[in-house]
Each structure stands twice: as C-alpha cells, then as structure tokens.
C-alpha cells in the first residue's frame, strides 16, 4: 500500500519542549506487563505481576445503548426504529465481539483501545490520506486536553504562540498560565493572512521581544471560533509555504471539519442538492493542512465533540510517529486514555453499527442540518438587522456567525464615548432585551491589540429557527435602539 511509497516525516525533535525531552518510556503497569508477557507463555504460570483489578468486581454486566440505523437519523426515527446495541462483560471470550466491557473497564493502552484507535485510523486515511508514510493516530480525552499537551510537548515559558487575532477563548486560556504569549496574525474573511503571518515571523526581533521565534502556530482552519471563517485550499497552501518557511508546527484544531455546509445561495434561489454519494462529499470538503503536510509538521486535533457529543470527551490526533510517540509518553502518566464507558459506546456505534459508510451517511446528514440552520439565522439577520450598521459573510463551515458592528456610526462618539463603552452598552441592551450574544472582544487573542473594529459572535447551533429569529429580532431592534436608527 501506499504506506510504503511515501517518504516517512521530517525529524523534529528539535522542537520538543524540555519537558518533553525528559519524559522516559513510563515503567507502568501496562509496559511492566508487556516486557513480563514473555515469562506468562511459560506453561503453568500463575501472574500475580500485573496491578490490574479483577473484571469480577466491576458493577457492570453490560451496557445497552439506543442510536439511530441510517438513514433514520431524526430523533423521532431514532426513537422508533433505532437498534439497541449492547455490550457484554464477556463478549470476547463468547466470540461476539473484538471488544467487550472487560477490557474497555480495565486499565489500557495510553493510545486508547486498539479496536476504536483502528477505526479513526481507517476515518483519517479515507477523508485526509496523509502524503507522508508514518502518520499516526492515538486517541485523546478531547482537544481541550490534546491542546494542553501539545503545548506542554513544544513550549517553554516565555515563549510565544501564533493564533488568529480573534480566537478560541479556551484555547488561549490554555496557554498563557503555561507562561506563553499569544502573537496575534491578522486575519481576512478567509482567516489567517499568510504574507502577515510570514512577515511577523521575518520581522521577529528575539532581543526586542526577549523571546526565540514563535514555530507553533494554532489554528482553526474550518468553521473558525469565533468569526466563523474557513481558509481555502489556496489559502492553506500558502499558510503552509510560510509554515516551512520558517520551520513552524501547525496545530489544526478541527472540531468543526465536517460541519461544512452546502453553499449559501441566498434566499428564495434553489438549495444546491445534497452529496449524492460518499466520493462526491469527500470530494467537497476543503483540503485539511494534514493531508497537505509532506513534512509531518502538522499535529491534528480532532473530536468527536460536534460531530457526536461533548460529553463522550473522545477525541484523537494525527501526526507523526515522533511526535505522536510523546503525546502518548505524556498520556501516560495524565489522562491515560479516555473514558473505557465512552470509548465502548463509540466503538459499538462507529465500529459495530454504523461503519465508515454509516458514519459518513451521518456526516451528510449533519452536514444538511447545520445548512438548514444557517441558512435559517441569515434570513432572520437579512431581515431584521439594520444594514447600515451591521455587516457579515455568510459562514460556509462551523456553528458561529460574526457580525461586524459599524461603532463609528453610535451618536455617542460626538460626546467621546469610546469603543469599548459602546460595544459594553450593545452587549447590555441586548441582554436587557433578552437575547444573549458573544463580544468579539472576549476572543482577542492578544489584549494588548488595539481593536480597530467591533463584532458580536452568534450560534445557530442551539436554538430552532424559531428562537434564532426572535433573538435576531431583538438584537436588531437593540440596535437601533443604540444608534438611534
Ligand atoms: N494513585 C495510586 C497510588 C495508584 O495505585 C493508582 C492506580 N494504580 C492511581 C493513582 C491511578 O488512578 P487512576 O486510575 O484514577 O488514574
Ligand atoms: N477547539 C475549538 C476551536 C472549539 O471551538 C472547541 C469547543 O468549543 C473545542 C476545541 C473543544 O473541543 P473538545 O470538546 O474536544 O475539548
């Protein structure tokens, strides 16, 4: 296969955090019984070795879970026709599974269980097919954590970061009590501005700065918290040009990959016509920096958390064999793995139920739901907001909604009210009038960045169209309270 043909990653062990560096190959009971397995083939041989408590004293016989058989994906179908699938204590040693409550209860690997590992395996060669041989996956407890050790395995204190000028609140939050700094790329309607990025790097003034160059570069290309943007193939291309240029690791934090949504084609106008198979979706989805990453400096951050739920807080990364080896060193004395409960639901759905065509069936069909939704919150905003003030880009990914407010027009800044005041008062009257939004502000990657312009962020994930209308009404109508429209 094509593992054999494709060159294997660059070395990059000249990134690597102290930290990391220190982590030896953990003496865990999980290793401890691998080098002491040999001794167990010994004819006879009673193991009192291991430290792994005895599956007899687990409270659980099985567990029975009941989820949708495609194509009845709707709650209501789900309800109705959906399979109970269940999983046994024993269910290896009666022939009926690869996996069973046994083993997913017990201790485990710090890559996750082999059998549910396989599967996002199998998920990453068929969307992203790595150009490079020895790519890896091992699962994580979510990208919130995944973040943490990335940061942990690449940083020292005192270093900087590169982040889009607005992002992920968490994920900045995530860094900077590790003693990081965020240095803020410019960004368009396509996110990340490469020639920015590049000339920040070029400019770079260790000594002005009192720090090396930054060379970890988080981003999120699809779908982006908060703005909402999604960097084309074109733009990802030359994002990674400069990435190279400067010897960068990219860190994709991707939870919304696969809420791209058909095109936006306005109101009234005819709706583009689903993917008519898994090839022709495939097909539509934006290149990921890993499937254009020959040198193996990109670590993915995938979860499950969007695309399934939050709370299964399962999740994986690729990248390559180097770097995932320390991912998992760290795993291994942290989180260890996920949830075994969590890991078996998935596996029993994903693996048993579904399979890849299922869970792309799914994909589809999350796809055609977050279009309908979005599609829903532009006709409310086209319809209610005041459109000499308030300015946006249809979002083509994701669950968020960046609307620009022009502040410039407030009559308050003639008796000097400043920027902030006014994007505080926005924010209060909408609450005032019962609708909550997010400050752009709030997702400043920098704090010291003088904002030249102001955003609110919405969600049309958690509301119906319903909701998403009256909030948008209210919103509008706060506006022109504000600007005396
Ligand atoms: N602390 C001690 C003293 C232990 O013996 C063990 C398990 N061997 C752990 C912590 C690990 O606990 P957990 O499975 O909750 O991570
Ligand atoms: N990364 C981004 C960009 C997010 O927006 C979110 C959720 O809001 C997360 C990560 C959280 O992911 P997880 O639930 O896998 O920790």
Same mark, same amino acid.
């Given at each position: 296969p094509a593992c054999y043909t494709k060159p294997k990653a660059k070395r990059f062990e000249h990134r690597f955090s102290t930290e990391a560096k220190s982590r030896k190959v953990r003496v865990s009971d999980a290793s401890t019984l691998k080098t002491a397995a040999r001794f167990l083939k010994n004819p006879g041989m009673i193991s009192l070795g291991g430290g792994l408590p005895s599956p007899e004293y687990f409270p659980f016989e099985h567990l029975d879970i009941k989820v949708p058989t495609p194509p009845g994906f709707s709650p209501e179908a789900t309800k109705q026709s959906g399979s109970v699938l269940r999983a046994g204590k024993h269910d290896i040693k009666e022939g009926s599974s690869v996996y069973d409550l046994e083993i997913a209860l017990n201790y485990g690997q710090a890559t996750g269980a082999a059998q549910l590992l396989r599967f996002v395996t199998e998920h990453t060669e068929i969307i992203h097919k790595p150009p490079y041989s020895d790519w890896q996956c091992t699962l994580t407890a979510g990208s919130t954590y995944a973040w943490d050790t990335a940061l942990r395995l690449l940083t020292e204190r005192g270093d900087f970061i590169l982040m889009e000028e607005y992002t992920f609140a968490s994920a900045a939050e995530t860094a900077f009590p590790l003693g990081l700094k965020a240095l803020a790329v410019p960004i368009d309607e396509q996110g990340l501005i490469p020639e920015a990025m590049d000339a920040l790097l070029t400019n770079w003034d260790e000594q002005a700065r009192g720090a090396r160059k930054p060379f970890v570069l988080y981003t999120i290309p699809t779908g982006q918290n908060p703005t909402g943007a999604t960097q084309s193939a074109e733009r990802r291309r030359a994002v990674y040009l400069v990435a190279q240029k400067h010897d960068v690791i990219i860190v994709e934090d991707e939870p919304y990959y696969f809420l791209q949504m058909q095109p936006y084609v306005g109101q009234g106008a005819p709706s583009v016509p689903p993917p008519a198979n898994h090839d022709e979706f495939i097909k539509s989805l934006v290149p990921s920096f890993l499937s254009l990453d020959v040198d193996g400096r990109v670590v993915r951050l995938e979860s499950f958390s969007k695309v399934v739920a939050p709370g299964t807080r399962v999740g994986w990364i690729v990248a390559s064999e180097q770097i995932v080896e320390r991912f998992v060193r760290n795993f291994e004395t942290s989180s260890q793995n996920p949830s075994g409960i969590s890991q078996m639901v998935l596996y029993k759905l994903l693996d048993e139920h579904w399979g890849h065509s299922g869970y792309l069936d799914w994909l589809i069909n999350l796809r055609m739901e977050y279009t309908e939704r979005r599609d829903a919150l532009l006709k409310s905003c086209e319809k209610h907001l005041p459109r000499e003030i308030a300015h946006w880009a249809p979002p083509a990914a994701g669950m968020f909604h960046w609307i620009e407010i022009d502040w410039r027009k407030h009559p308050g800044i003639a008796a000097g009210k400043t920027r902030d005041a006014i994007e505080e008062d926005i924010f209060m009257s909408a609450v005032d009038h019962q609708v909550l939004l997010s400050r752009g502000s709030w997702f400043k990657a920098d704090s010291s960045v003088v904002e030249e312009k102001m955003f609110f962020r919405a969600t049309? @994930? @958690?509301?119906s169209s319903e909701k998403i209308d009256e909030a948008i009404s209210r919103f509008a109508e706060c506006l022109r309270g504000e600007f005396k429209l």
């Open positions: 049309y @994930a @958690a509301a």
